[in-house]
């Protein structure tokens, strides 16, 4: 599978936030796009996520199932809220979104006491939301990346508000997820701590010479 | 779908989900009626399947305009718009859940409400089955205005106000369906199977439109 993004730009209101981005991701492949604030690094994922129409350019995948409308219905969408319910406990939340979501072709998800596990809080499924920490709670939504398969991950400063022990356990799921097969593009202001990685950098609006490369 | 069904229905009956809101302020209404009426028990029998049907309007009309913006407000709204199933399905089952929490209520306690209103057992009878049928039509007719409000910080009275004019038919034939099962020469059914299919014609076009409506929104 490869996700191929062309000549990619999106306005928010009436100003142009980024133009002409172009990339193209293989399975295996991580793509973290850094910049400062309001470049435009949200906003380009969320055109990535299908949650905002681009202006101009497209977004395609090669060799992707054909019933996939857009590449948004193989990925996950980790944004700056972690769409889980604070009345709720943990479980009910991730199995809500295991069963809602479903598996994409191609993998299984993991069982919930895995993904708790996984991100290090195995004890404490059983409490409503709403009492975690900012930290735990943004542990509990990456568990929701691991419940329901999904090849692409689109995350969005996945790493706020975690520890330093929590970014390398981030780390390896990324790296995980990659070994699979999966693609991930992050926004962020830390490195992940990973290996094999390109790199946009967004300069904004002034600079208006759009994405540039690097091979990392 | 199930899975969405049963977590609103959960949602809605735990701290803060307002499930009952709308059958208390039901029963306010009602019950404060006869109080300001006065004690003119053939009066309150008259007007009593209005008021039960205007309380149970408003009644429905609470609480829907938080249908799609609790959603959004904790970002599970992008995830639901990201799936491969159909938004559609997706307000159909939102829809169904908040009608089961908050309309199906209003039709069990409305019995008890038209024993304040010195209802006949026809006129309770015929209340219970219109606001059975009825309620779900402002259910998907509030979608719609929920779903256009869905950004907007204060939507509350802004959906109320959307919603009403196209609520209004189903307040008139459910509330005259009503009187012609107590009053003889006006046939029952003419008016119910109205107040069905403006029921079935919401549950197709509610959450049509409301799916566009929430499509436009994300930003």
Redesign the interface.
């Given at each position: 599978m490869r996700l191929l993004a062309e000549g990619l730009s999106a306005k928010r209101g009436e100003d142009l936030i980024f133009n002409d981005i172009s990339f193209a991701l293989d399975t295996g492949e991580a793509l973290v796009v850094t910049g400062p604030n309001g470049s435009g690094k949200s906003t380009l994922l969320r055109v990535l996520a299908g949650l905002l129409s681009p202006e101009s350019g497209h977004l395609k995948l090669e060799n992707a199932p054909p019933e996939i409308a857009h590449p948004s219905e193989l990925s996950h969408y980790l944004g700056h809220r972690n769409a889980m319910k604070r009345e709720l406990t943990v479980a009910e939340n991730l199995s809500f979104w295991q069963r809602f979501m479903g598996d994409s072709p191609g993998g299984v998800g993991i069982a919930l006491t895995e993904a708790v596990e996984a991100v290090g809080l195995p004890d404490i499924a059983h409490l409503p939301f709403g009492y975690l920490s900012a930290g735990q709670q943004r542990r509990m939504a990456m568990a929701k990346l691991l419940v329901a398969h999904r090849p692409i991950w689109i995350l969005d400063e996945p790493t706020a508000a975690l520890d330093a022990g929590a970014d390398r356990l981030f780390a390896d799921l990324v790296k995980a997820h990659l070994g699979k097969g999966g693609i991930v593009i992050a926004a962020t202001h830390q490195p992940l701590g990973l290996d094999q990685t390109r790199e946009l950098h967004m300069k904004g609006f002034e600079h208006f010479a759009g994405g540039l490369w690097h091979d990392a | 779908?199930?899975?969405?069904f049963f977590?609103d229905l959960?949602?809605s009956i735990?701290?803060?989900?307002g499930a009952m809101i709308g059958v208390l302020f039901f029963m306010t209404v009602v019950a404060v009626i006869p109080f300001g009426v006065g004690p003119d028990l053939n009066l309150l029998s008259r007007i009593g399947p209005a008021i039960l049907w205007i309380g149970a309007l408003l009644a429905s009309l609470l609480g829907l305009d938080r249908l799609f913006q609790a959603e959004r407000?904790?970002?599970?709204l992008?995830?639901m718009?990201?799936?491969?199933t159909p938004l559609l399905f997706t307000v159909f089952v939102k829809c169904a859940a908040h009608w089961a929490a908050t309309g199906l209520p209003l039709v069990i306690a409305s019995p008890l409400l038209g024993l304040f209103m010195n209802m006949s057992e026809i006129a309770i009878g015929a209340t219970m089955l219109t606001l059975l049928i009825g309620t779900p039509a402002i259910t998907f007719i509030g979608a719609v205005g929920a779903a256009v409000a869905v950004s907007l910080p204060r939507g509350g009275l802004l959906v109320s106000i959307l919603v009403l004019p196209l609520a209004i038919p189903v307040l008139i034939f459910g509330v005259s369906a009503v009187y012609a099962a107590i009053e003889d020469p006006a046939p029952f059914l003419p008016p119910l199977m109205i107040l069905a299919a403006i029921t079935l014609f919401f549950a197709v076009i509610g959450p049509v439109a409301a799916a566009a409506a929430l499509r436009h929104a994300?930003?």
């Open positions: - | 779908m199930i899975a969405l977590r959960k949602l735990r701290a803060g989900g407000d904790d970002g599970s992008d995830l718009l990201m799936q491969e994300s930003d």
